[in-house]
Protein backbone atom coordinates (compact mmCIF):
# COMPACT_ATOMS: atom_id res chain seq x y z
CA UNK A 1 0.00 0.00 0.00
CA UNK A 2 1.24 3.54 -0.94
CA UNK A 3 1.79 6.04 1.89
CA UNK A 4 -0.72 8.34 2.54
CA UNK A 5 1.31 11.30 1.44
CA UNK A 6 2.05 10.01 -1.56
CA UNK A 7 -1.86 9.93 -1.99
CA UNK A 8 -2.48 13.53 -2.06
CA UNK A 9 -0.34 14.12 -5.11
CA UNK A 10 -2.93 14.20 -7.36
CA UNK A 11 -4.58 16.95 -5.77
CA UNK A 12 -2.13 19.28 -6.17
CA UNK A 13 -2.74 18.57 -9.14
CA UNK A 14 -6.46 19.60 -8.94
CA UNK A 15 -6.09 22.66 -7.36
CA UNK A 16 -4.65 24.31 -10.54
CA UNK A 17 -7.07 26.53 -11.67
CA UNK A 18 -9.77 26.35 -8.70
CA UNK A 19 -11.56 29.74 -7.98
CA UNK A 20 -11.19 30.89 -4.34
CA UNK A 21 -12.54 34.09 -3.27
CA UNK A 22 -10.65 35.75 -0.60
CA UNK A 23 -12.48 38.80 1.68
CA UNK A 24 -10.46 40.09 4.44
CA UNK A 25 -7.96 42.74 5.60
CA UNK A 26 -4.91 43.30 2.70
CA UNK A 27 -1.90 45.06 3.89
CA UNK A 28 2.03 45.04 2.98
CA UNK A 29 5.04 43.86 4.65
CA UNK A 30 8.30 45.66 4.06
CA UNK A 31 11.71 44.49 5.33
CA UNK A 32 14.29 46.66 5.91
CA UNK A 33 18.08 45.04 6.57
CA UNK A 34 20.76 46.46 7.53
CA UNK A 35 23.85 46.19 9.72
CA UNK A 36 24.33 47.21 13.66
CA UNK A 37 27.77 48.50 14.57
CA UNK A 38 27.22 51.16 17.46
CA UNK A 39 24.59 52.35 19.49
CA UNK A 40 23.39 56.07 19.19
CA UNK A 41 25.02 59.07 20.66
CA UNK A 42 21.41 60.59 21.36
CA UNK A 43 19.42 57.54 22.76
CA UNK A 44 20.72 53.98 24.45
CA UNK A 45 19.48 52.08 21.07
CA UNK A 46 21.32 50.90 17.85
CA UNK A 47 21.91 52.68 14.87
CA UNK A 48 20.88 50.68 11.92
CA UNK A 49 22.56 50.92 8.62
CA UNK A 50 20.66 49.90 6.00
CA UNK A 51 21.39 47.73 3.33
CA UNK A 52 18.50 46.59 1.51
CA UNK A 53 14.57 46.72 1.85
CA UNK A 54 11.92 44.48 -0.19
CA UNK A 55 8.04 44.85 0.23
CA UNK A 56 5.66 41.55 -0.56
CA UNK A 57 2.11 41.15 0.37
CA UNK A 58 0.31 40.11 3.57
CA UNK A 59 -2.69 39.76 5.37
CA UNK A 60 -5.47 38.19 2.63
CA UNK A 61 -2.48 39.23 0.23
CA UNK A 62 -0.52 36.79 1.35
CA UNK A 63 -3.60 34.35 1.23
CA UNK A 64 -3.48 35.05 -2.54
CA UNK A 65 0.44 34.61 -3.10
CA UNK A 66 -0.33 31.30 -1.73
CA UNK A 67 -2.85 30.57 -3.74
CA UNK A 68 -1.26 32.06 -6.81
CA UNK A 69 1.65 29.62 -6.11
CA UNK A 70 -0.28 26.65 -6.05
CA UNK A 71 -1.48 27.51 -9.33
CA UNK A 72 -5.31 28.20 -8.13
CA UNK A 73 -6.90 31.38 -10.12
CA UNK A 74 -7.29 33.45 -6.59
CA UNK A 75 -9.93 36.38 -6.14
CA UNK A 76 -9.81 38.71 -3.70
CA UNK A 77 -11.77 41.88 -2.42
CA UNK A 78 -10.49 44.39 0.43
CA UNK A 79 -10.49 47.48 1.48
CA UNK A 80 -7.15 50.05 0.96
CA UNK A 81 -6.85 53.89 1.67
CA UNK A 82 -5.33 56.34 -1.43
CA UNK A 83 -1.94 56.42 -0.19
CA UNK A 84 1.28 54.55 -1.83
CA UNK A 85 0.80 51.24 -0.38
CA UNK A 86 -2.09 50.52 -2.39
CA UNK A 87 -0.76 51.46 -5.39
CA UNK A 88 1.94 49.07 -4.62
CA UNK A 89 -0.14 46.05 -3.25
CA UNK A 90 -2.11 46.89 -6.74
CA UNK A 91 0.93 46.31 -8.62
CA UNK A 92 2.33 42.80 -6.78
CA UNK A 93 -1.70 41.73 -6.89
CA UNK A 94 -1.32 42.72 -11.10
CA UNK A 95 1.82 40.20 -11.05
CA UNK A 96 0.47 36.88 -9.56
CA UNK A 97 -0.25 34.04 -11.29
CA UNK A 98 -4.15 34.32 -13.02
CA UNK A 99 -5.35 36.77 -9.87
CA UNK A 100 -8.75 39.21 -9.54
CA UNK A 101 -9.43 41.60 -7.47
CA UNK A 102 -11.08 44.93 -6.11
CA UNK A 103 -9.38 46.99 -4.00
CA UNK A 104 -12.03 49.26 -2.21
CA UNK A 105 -10.61 52.62 -1.93
CA UNK A 106 -11.24 54.53 1.69
CA UNK A 107 -10.32 58.09 1.83
CA UNK A 108 -10.25 57.96 5.42
CA UNK A 109 -8.51 54.56 5.78
CA UNK A 110 -4.87 54.10 5.95
CA UNK A 111 -3.49 51.05 4.05
CA UNK A 112 -2.01 48.80 6.62
CA UNK A 113 1.59 48.30 6.10
CA UNK A 114 3.53 46.60 8.78
CA UNK A 115 7.43 47.59 8.43
CA UNK A 116 10.47 45.17 9.55
CA UNK A 117 14.00 46.33 11.09
CA UNK A 118 16.24 43.38 10.79
CA UNK A 119 20.40 42.61 11.35
CA UNK A 120 21.90 39.88 11.62
CA UNK A 121 18.76 37.77 10.91
CA UNK A 122 16.85 39.22 13.86
CA UNK A 123 13.92 41.37 14.48
CA UNK A 124 14.85 44.50 15.98
CA UNK A 125 11.91 46.46 15.93
CA UNK A 126 8.12 46.72 13.74
CA UNK A 127 6.42 49.39 13.13
CA UNK A 128 2.64 49.28 12.11
CA UNK A 129 0.92 52.07 9.85
CA UNK A 130 -2.75 51.24 9.90
CA UNK A 131 -6.58 51.94 10.40
CA UNK A 132 -8.20 49.72 12.56
CA UNK A 133 -11.93 50.85 12.10
CA UNK A 134 -15.10 49.60 10.50
CA UNK A 135 -16.05 50.61 6.68
CA UNK A 136 -17.96 53.25 5.96
CA UNK A 137 -21.26 52.98 4.28
CA UNK A 138 -19.97 53.64 0.88
CA UNK A 139 -16.93 51.09 1.00
CA UNK A 140 -19.72 48.29 2.88
CA UNK A 141 -21.53 48.96 -0.21
CA UNK A 142 -18.71 48.06 -2.10
CA UNK A 143 -17.52 45.32 -0.87
CA UNK A 144 -21.08 43.73 -1.12
CA UNK A 145 -21.07 44.64 -4.69
CA UNK A 146 -17.60 42.97 -5.22
CA UNK A 147 -18.48 39.59 -3.47
CA UNK A 148 -22.19 39.98 -5.08
CA UNK A 149 -19.98 39.92 -8.33
CA UNK A 150 -17.50 37.05 -7.80
CA UNK A 151 -19.55 34.55 -5.85
CA UNK A 152 -20.94 32.79 -8.17
CA UNK A 153 -17.63 31.61 -9.86
CA UNK A 154 -16.38 30.50 -7.00
CA UNK A 155 -15.52 27.22 -5.54
CA UNK A 156 -14.43 28.25 -1.89
CA UNK A 157 -14.91 31.43 0.14
CA UNK A 158 -12.08 32.37 2.47
CA UNK A 159 -12.81 35.52 5.48
CA UNK A 160 -9.03 36.54 6.50
CA UNK A 161 -9.78 38.87 9.04
CA UNK A 162 -6.95 40.67 10.70
CA UNK A 163 -9.09 43.03 12.92
CA UNK A 164 -8.45 46.18 10.43
CA UNK A 165 -11.92 46.55 10.20
CA UNK A 166 -12.97 45.14 7.14
CA UNK A 167 -15.19 42.06 8.06
CA UNK A 168 -16.92 43.99 11.02
CA UNK A 169 -19.93 45.23 12.03
CA UNK A 170 -22.05 42.01 10.58
CA UNK A 171 -20.16 41.88 6.61
CA UNK A 172 -18.30 38.50 7.92
CA UNK A 173 -22.12 37.52 8.80
CA UNK A 174 -23.36 38.93 5.36
CA UNK A 175 -19.83 36.70 3.29
CA UNK A 176 -20.84 33.66 5.13
CA UNK A 177 -24.73 33.94 4.54
CA UNK A 178 -24.32 34.69 0.68
CA UNK A 179 -21.45 31.88 0.21
CA UNK A 180 -23.80 29.22 2.32
CA UNK A 181 -27.03 30.23 0.26
CA UNK A 182 -24.82 29.32 -3.20
CA UNK A 183 -23.48 26.34 -1.38
CA UNK A 184 -19.59 27.25 -1.36
CA UNK A 185 -17.77 26.43 1.61
CA UNK A 186 -16.76 28.89 3.99
CA UNK A 187 -13.05 28.96 5.46
CA UNK A 188 -12.33 31.22 8.03
CA UNK A 189 -8.58 32.73 9.53
CA UNK A 190 -10.01 34.68 12.51
CA UNK A 191 -9.43 37.23 14.89
CA UNK A 192 -10.19 38.49 18.22
CA UNK A 193 -12.13 36.63 21.14
CA UNK A 194 -15.28 36.56 19.40
CA UNK A 195 -15.90 33.71 16.74
CA UNK A 196 -19.88 34.74 17.34
CA UNK A 197 -19.60 36.55 14.40
CA UNK A 198 -18.29 33.41 11.89
CA UNK A 199 -21.12 31.54 12.81
CA UNK A 200 -22.01 28.80 10.59
CA UNK A 201 -18.39 28.84 8.40
CA UNK A 202 -17.80 25.36 7.13
CA UNK A 203 -14.27 25.43 8.94
CA UNK A 204 -12.36 27.93 11.42
CA UNK A 205 -8.99 28.11 11.71
CA UNK A 206 -7.41 29.42 15.04
CA UNK A 207 -4.12 29.06 16.39
CA UNK A 208 -3.59 27.54 19.84
CA UNK A 209 -3.79 31.22 21.71
CA UNK A 210 -6.94 32.23 19.57
CA UNK A 211 -8.59 29.26 20.35
CA UNK A 212 -7.67 29.25 24.26
CA UNK A 213 -9.51 33.03 24.60
CA UNK A 214 -12.29 32.48 21.98
CA UNK A 215 -13.61 29.09 24.41
CA UNK A 216 -12.35 30.74 27.68
CA UNK A 217 -10.49 27.04 28.12
CA UNK A 218 -7.15 26.36 28.64
CA UNK A 219 -5.48 24.64 25.39
CA UNK A 220 -2.34 23.03 27.46
CA UNK A 221 -2.67 19.68 25.78
CA UNK A 222 -4.31 17.89 22.75
CA UNK A 223 -7.23 17.00 24.98
CA UNK A 224 -7.66 20.39 26.00
CA UNK A 225 -7.91 21.34 22.21
CA UNK A 226 -10.36 19.32 21.24
CA UNK A 227 -12.40 20.23 24.29
CA UNK A 228 -11.85 23.90 23.50
CA UNK A 229 -12.76 23.05 19.88
CA UNK A 230 -16.07 21.24 20.81
CA UNK A 231 -17.27 23.93 22.51
CA UNK A 232 -16.99 26.27 19.54
CA UNK A 233 -18.42 23.90 17.24
CA UNK A 234 -21.20 23.86 20.05
CA UNK A 235 -21.67 27.58 20.29
CA UNK A 236 -21.54 29.07 17.10
CA UNK A 237 -22.27 25.63 14.29
CA UNK A 238 -19.17 25.67 12.93
CA UNK A 239 -18.56 22.61 10.50
CA UNK A 240 -14.72 21.53 12.19
CA UNK A 241 -12.28 23.57 13.61
CA UNK A 242 -8.27 22.92 12.38
CA UNK A 243 -6.29 24.73 15.32
CA UNK A 244 -3.00 25.17 14.44
CA UNK A 245 -0.62 24.18 17.49
CA UNK A 246 2.44 24.84 16.26
CA UNK A 247 5.41 22.31 16.88
CA UNK A 248 2.37 20.48 18.01
CA UNK A 249 0.65 20.11 14.34
CA UNK A 250 -2.26 20.89 13.73
CA UNK A 251 -5.82 19.26 15.65
CA UNK A 252 -9.33 18.78 13.17
CA UNK A 253 -12.06 18.28 15.22
CA UNK A 254 -14.93 18.25 12.64
CA UNK A 255 -18.32 18.41 13.70
CA UNK A 256 -19.87 14.48 14.67
CA UNK A 257 -16.39 13.08 14.08
CA UNK A 258 -13.47 12.07 15.46
CA UNK A 259 -10.66 14.19 16.22
CA UNK A 260 -7.73 14.33 14.08
CA UNK A 261 -4.36 14.89 14.92
CA UNK A 262 -1.28 15.77 12.27
CA UNK A 263 2.19 16.01 13.52
CA UNK A 264 4.03 18.32 12.40
CA UNK A 265 6.36 17.82 9.92
CA UNK A 266 8.90 20.67 9.73
CA UNK A 267 12.70 19.40 9.85
CA UNK A 268 13.89 23.04 11.09
CA UNK A 269 11.46 26.02 11.62
CA UNK A 270 13.12 29.62 10.79
CA UNK A 271 10.11 31.52 10.83
CA UNK A 272 6.12 31.19 11.66
CA UNK A 273 5.90 34.23 9.80
CA UNK A 274 2.44 33.90 7.55
CA UNK A 275 2.15 29.81 7.78
CA UNK A 276 -1.43 30.37 8.98
CA UNK A 277 -2.06 32.13 5.52
CA UNK A 278 -0.71 28.83 3.71
CA UNK A 279 -2.73 26.84 5.72
CA UNK A 280 -6.28 28.59 5.02
CA UNK A 281 -5.34 29.14 1.46
CA UNK A 282 -3.61 25.51 0.61
CA UNK A 283 -7.41 24.07 2.72
CA UNK A 284 -9.39 26.37 0.96
CA UNK A 285 -7.99 25.53 -2.37
CA UNK A 286 -8.03 21.59 -1.65
CA UNK A 287 -11.75 22.16 -0.12
CA UNK A 288 -12.25 23.80 -3.83
CA UNK A 289 -11.05 20.71 -5.85
CA UNK A 290 -13.70 18.40 -3.89
CA UNK A 291 -11.29 16.81 -1.54
CA UNK A 292 -12.40 15.27 1.78
CA UNK A 293 -11.76 17.65 4.63
CA UNK A 294 -9.34 15.12 5.96
CA UNK A 295 -7.12 15.73 2.73
CA UNK A 296 -7.51 18.98 2.60
CA UNK A 297 -6.31 19.49 6.08
CA UNK A 298 -3.47 17.20 5.48
CA UNK A 299 -2.27 18.83 2.54
CA UNK A 300 -2.44 21.99 4.70
CA UNK A 301 0.11 20.63 7.31
CA UNK A 302 2.60 19.76 4.80
CA UNK A 303 2.41 23.37 3.19
CA UNK A 304 2.71 24.42 6.59
CA UNK A 305 6.04 22.31 6.90
CA UNK A 306 7.49 23.76 3.94
CA UNK A 307 6.95 27.60 4.81
CA UNK A 308 8.24 27.80 8.45
CA UNK A 309 11.47 26.90 7.07
CA UNK A 310 11.78 29.65 5.15
CA UNK A 311 12.71 33.19 6.37
CA UNK A 312 9.67 35.32 6.17
CA UNK A 313 6.53 35.96 4.96
CA UNK A 314 6.50 33.19 2.19
CA UNK A 315 4.58 30.53 -0.10
CA UNK A 316 4.60 26.96 -0.68
CA UNK A 317 4.96 26.02 -4.30
CA UNK A 318 2.73 23.53 -6.11
CA UNK A 319 6.35 21.83 -7.39
CA UNK A 320 7.58 21.93 -3.17
CA UNK A 321 4.73 20.43 -2.25
CA UNK A 322 4.54 17.81 -4.83
CA UNK A 323 8.12 16.94 -3.99
CA UNK A 324 7.30 17.17 -0.18
CA UNK A 325 4.58 14.77 -0.76
CA UNK A 326 6.39 12.29 -3.15
CA UNK A 327 9.60 12.64 -0.96
CA UNK A 328 9.22 12.23 2.78
CA UNK A 329 13.02 11.10 3.03
CA UNK A 330 14.33 13.13 0.19
CA UNK A 331 17.72 13.71 0.15
CA UNK A 332 19.97 16.96 1.11
CA UNK A 333 20.79 16.73 -2.97
CA UNK A 334 17.42 16.68 -4.37
CA UNK A 335 16.03 19.44 -1.48
CA UNK A 336 18.91 21.91 -3.42
CA UNK A 337 17.33 21.60 -6.94
CA UNK A 338 14.34 24.15 -6.80
CA UNK A 339 12.43 25.98 -8.91
CA UNK A 340 13.04 29.98 -9.62
CA UNK A 341 10.10 30.69 -7.32
CA UNK A 342 11.05 28.98 -4.47
CA UNK A 343 14.48 30.32 -5.08
CA UNK A 344 13.56 33.69 -4.73
CA UNK A 345 12.00 33.07 -1.36
CA UNK A 346 14.70 31.42 -0.26
CA UNK A 347 17.44 34.42 -1.56
CA UNK A 348 15.05 36.90 0.20
CA UNK A 349 15.42 34.84 3.62
CA UNK A 350 19.13 34.53 3.46
CA UNK A 351 19.17 38.13 2.39
CA UNK A 352 17.61 38.90 5.76
CA UNK A 353 20.18 36.89 7.86
CA UNK A 354 22.46 39.37 6.25
CA UNK A 355 23.76 36.19 4.79
CA UNK A 356 25.78 37.16 1.15
CA UNK A 357 24.34 35.59 -1.75
CA UNK A 358 26.47 34.29 -5.00
CA UNK A 359 25.41 33.43 -8.08
CA UNK A 360 27.15 31.89 -10.82
CA UNK A 361 26.21 29.84 -14.13
CA UNK A 362 26.54 27.32 -16.83
CA UNK A 363 25.82 23.92 -18.57
CA UNK A 364 28.25 22.08 -16.21
CA UNK A 365 28.15 18.28 -18.93
CA UNK A 366 30.42 16.06 -17.25
CA UNK A 367 31.65 17.79 -14.18
CA UNK A 368 35.19 17.98 -13.79
CA UNK A 369 38.01 19.28 -11.76
CA UNK A 370 37.72 22.54 -13.85
CA UNK A 371 34.08 23.23 -12.52
CA UNK A 372 35.09 22.03 -8.93
CA UNK A 373 37.49 24.60 -8.71
CA UNK A 374 35.51 27.15 -10.35
CA UNK A 375 32.91 26.27 -7.56
CA UNK A 376 35.04 25.99 -4.25
CA UNK A 377 36.69 29.62 -5.59
CA UNK A 378 32.80 31.48 -5.66
CA UNK A 379 31.59 29.61 -2.66
CA UNK A 380 34.86 31.43 -0.87
CA UNK A 381 33.39 34.67 -1.87
CA UNK A 382 29.91 34.36 -0.92
CA UNK A 383 27.65 32.65 2.01
CA UNK A 384 25.58 31.15 -0.06
CA UNK A 385 25.94 29.71 -3.86
CA UNK A 386 23.04 29.42 -6.06
CA UNK A 387 24.58 27.77 -9.28
CA UNK A 388 22.33 28.73 -12.60
CA UNK A 389 22.47 25.29 -15.18
CA UNK A 390 21.13 25.54 -18.55
CA UNK A 391 18.33 23.48 -19.38
CA UNK A 392 18.81 20.54 -21.75
CA UNK A 393 17.19 22.62 -24.86
CA UNK A 394 18.91 25.40 -23.67
CA UNK A 395 22.76 23.05 -23.57
CA UNK A 396 21.68 21.75 -27.47
CA UNK A 397 21.07 25.61 -28.74
CA UNK A 398 24.43 26.34 -27.96
CA UNK A 399 26.90 23.54 -27.53
CA UNK A 400 25.07 21.86 -30.62
CA UNK A 401 23.85 18.26 -31.67
CA UNK A 402 24.46 15.19 -29.02
CA UNK A 403 24.91 17.86 -26.08
CA UNK A 404 24.66 17.71 -23.34
CA UNK A 405 25.99 13.90 -22.37
CA UNK A 406 23.76 14.22 -19.22
CA UNK A 407 20.36 15.36 -19.41
CA UNK A 408 19.88 18.12 -16.88
CA UNK A 409 17.90 16.43 -13.96
CA UNK A 410 21.36 14.38 -13.23
CA UNK A 411 23.67 17.42 -13.82
CA UNK A 412 21.65 19.33 -11.20
CA UNK A 413 21.81 16.20 -8.72
CA UNK A 414 25.84 16.10 -9.38
CA UNK A 415 25.96 19.97 -8.69
CA UNK A 416 23.77 19.36 -5.64
CA UNK A 417 25.65 16.93 -4.44
CA UNK A 418 28.83 19.34 -3.83
CA UNK A 419 29.01 20.49 -0.78
CA UNK A 420 30.06 24.18 -1.84
CA UNK A 421 26.37 24.45 -4.11
CA UNK A 422 23.31 25.66 -1.82
CA UNK A 423 21.27 25.59 -4.65
CA UNK A 424 20.70 24.84 -7.99
CA UNK A 425 17.89 26.52 -9.94
CA UNK A 426 17.32 25.15 -13.96
CA UNK A 427 17.07 28.06 -16.71
CA UNK A 428 15.57 27.46 -20.30
CA UNK A 429 16.79 30.60 -21.78
CA UNK A 430 20.08 30.90 -23.01
CA UNK A 431 21.56 32.90 -20.26
CA UNK A 432 20.49 33.53 -16.60
CA UNK A 433 19.76 37.23 -17.38
CA UNK A 434 16.41 36.99 -16.73
CA UNK A 435 17.08 34.55 -13.44
CA UNK A 436 19.65 37.06 -12.13
CA UNK A 437 17.05 40.30 -12.04
CA UNK A 438 15.06 38.01 -9.83
CA UNK A 439 17.74 36.54 -7.68
CA UNK A 440 19.43 39.78 -7.35
CA UNK A 441 22.62 38.27 -6.39
CA UNK A 442 25.22 40.10 -4.12
CA UNK A 443 28.15 38.74 -6.23
CA UNK A 444 28.07 36.89 -9.54
CA UNK A 445 30.85 34.74 -10.37
CA UNK A 446 32.14 33.94 -13.58
CA UNK A 447 36.00 31.91 -15.34
CA UNK A 448 38.04 34.15 -15.76
CA UNK A 449 38.18 33.18 -19.84
CA UNK A 450 35.27 35.67 -19.51
CA UNK A 451 35.99 39.73 -19.56
CA UNK A 452 34.09 41.47 -17.40
CA UNK A 453 32.12 43.29 -20.20
CA UNK A 454 31.07 39.90 -21.28
CA UNK A 455 29.70 38.48 -18.28
CA UNK A 456 25.95 38.73 -18.46
CA UNK A 457 24.35 40.69 -15.77
CA UNK A 458 27.59 42.57 -14.71
CA UNK A 459 26.28 45.62 -14.82
CA UNK A 460 23.29 44.70 -13.06
CA UNK A 461 24.43 43.17 -10.28
CA UNK A 462 26.87 46.10 -9.76
CA UNK A 463 23.91 48.39 -10.61
CA UNK A 464 22.42 47.37 -7.19
CA UNK A 465 25.55 47.33 -5.32
CA UNK A 466 26.80 44.08 -5.92
CA UNK A 467 30.42 42.75 -7.15
CA UNK A 468 31.45 40.51 -10.31
CA UNK A 469 34.18 38.25 -9.06
CA UNK A 470 36.00 36.65 -12.33
CA UNK A 471 37.38 32.96 -10.74
CA UNK A 472 40.35 31.24 -11.60
CA UNK A 473 40.55 29.02 -14.49
CA UNK A 474 42.24 25.35 -14.30
CA UNK A 475 44.32 24.79 -16.81
CA UNK A 476 43.46 22.15 -19.18
CA UNK A 477 39.99 20.66 -17.87
CA UNK A 478 36.91 21.07 -20.22
CA UNK A 479 33.91 19.45 -21.14
CA UNK A 480 34.59 19.48 -24.86
CA UNK A 481 37.87 17.94 -24.70
CA UNK A 482 36.74 15.04 -22.31
CA UNK A 483 34.42 14.30 -25.34
CA UNK A 484 36.59 14.61 -27.75
CA UNK A 485 39.21 12.18 -26.26
CA UNK A 486 36.70 9.90 -25.45
CA UNK A 487 35.50 9.78 -29.04
CA UNK A 488 38.97 8.45 -30.08
CA UNK A 489 38.97 5.56 -28.34
Given at each position: ???P???L???VDA??G??V????D ?28 S?M ?12 A?N???H ?5 GN ?22 P ?5 T?V?VR???GG??M ?6 T ?6 A???A ?10 DAA ?6 Y??G?L?E????E ?11 VI???KGR ?7 A???T ?6 S ?11 DV ?6 L ?5 F?AV ?11 VP ?9 AE?R????V??AG ?7 SA ?12 A????A ?7 VG???AY ?7 L????I ?11 S???W?E ?20 PG?V?L ?16 S ?33 VI??E???LR??E???P ?31 IE??H???A?I????T?
Open positions: MRERSLVPLVAVRLCVGVMLDRYVAGTVERVSPEAPIPVLTVTGQELGGAGNVIRNLALASPLVAAVDAAATTIARQLTALHDSVFTLVEASRQAKYLAQQLRADHERAPLGEARTVREAVTTMMPAVVLSDGKVAGIAAVIAAARAAAKPVDPDFGRYAGDVIPNRLELEAASMPVATVDVRAAQALDAHGGLATLGKDGMALQGGAPLLLAAEVFDSGDTVVATLALAAGAPLADAALANAAAIVVGKTAVASELVDARHQDSAAEAKIVTPGARDTGWRRRSLKVGFTNGCFDLLHHSLAQARRVCDRLIVGLNDTSVARLKGPGRPVQGEAARATVLASLADVDMVFADTPLIALRDVLIKGADYRLDQVVGADLVRGWGGSVVLARAGSTTTARLSH
